[in-house]
Antibody, heavy 119, light 108 residues
Framework: QVQLVQSGAEVKKPGASVKVSCKAS????????ISWVRQAPGQGLEWMGW????????NYAQKLQGRVTMTTDTSTSTAYMELRSLRSDDTAVYYC????????????WGQGTMVTVSS | EIVLTQSPGTLSLSPGERATLSCRAS???????LAWYQQKPGQAPRLLIY???SRATGIPDRFSGSGSGTDFTLTISRLEPEDFAVYYC?????????FGGGTKVEIK
């Protein structure tokens, strides 16, 4: 079955970086893109950006430009999201989701990865 | 960017009742590119509706979406116990993709 499996929870100090992975299975990885969405505790959903698994093209949310990098490894069908210069307000559950295009509605979501930023 | 405002923030209803959730956009959503998601505690969002009114695969027909332009509605015709959750709208008609703040449907 189609699924996205994310890496485990992380605890980081302010100023550090985190890299979350998202391994896809059950479909042709390069036929879709991956969106990343985060959710702070008790808050709503925030779109972070999108990457094409076909050609690596990316589009990032303006507020995260310069701090976020999304990549893919087609040999392992895995997408990655790296966030640098972490702050306490980056504490959130980070989701990857299969998204055919930049502007789309994901049907398949990963289970989420909790990232806690605390000194 | 398009700002989506959901109302009410919380809806207190009993099983069997009808739920009507609103999503209002700050500008017209292109081609009715609006989706609705359900989220339960500790779970990822689940796609319910796309294209404003098309049900996703496996979604019961008690869920329906309507609207166009700037005003959209998600209706749950008769609430089942498993429907108590938070619901989000999302527009994907223009970049960046944006989500509404959510409506919590709780048991009265």
């Amino acid at each position: 079955q189609v699924q996205l499996v994310q890496s485990g929870a992380e605890v980081k100090k302010p100023g550090a970086s985190v890299k979350v992975s998202c391994k896809a299975s059950g479909y042709t990885f390069t036929s879709y893109g991956i969106s990343w969405v985060r959710q702070a505790p008790g808050q709503g959903l925030e779109w972070m950006g999108w990457i094409s698994a076909y050609n690596g093209n990316t589009n990032y949310a303006q507020k995260l430009q310069g701090r976020v990098t999304m990549t893919t490894d087609t040999s392992t069908s895995t997408a990655y999201m790296e966030l640098r210069s972490l702050r306490s307000d980056d504490t959130a559950v980070y989701y990857c989701a299969r998204a055919g295009r930049l502007l789309s509605f994901p049907r398949i979501w990963g289970q989420g990865t909790m990232v806690t930023v605390s000194s | 960017e398009i700002v989506l405002t959901q109302s009410p923030g919380t809806l207190s209803l009993s099983p069997g009742e009808r739920a009507t959730l609103s999503c209002r956009a700050s500008q017209s959503v292109s081609s009715s590119y609006l989706a609705w998601y359900q989220q339960k505690p500790g779970q990822a969002p689940r796609l319910l509706i796309y294209g404003a009114s098309s049900r996703a695969t496996g979604i019961p027909d008690r869920f329906s979406g309507s609207g166009s332009g700037t005003d959209f509605t998600l209706t749950i015709s008769r609430l089942e116990p498993e429907d108590f959750a938070v619901y989000y709208c999302q527009q994907y008609g223009s970049s960046p993709v944006t989500f509404g703040g959510g409506t919590k449907v709780e048991i009265k």
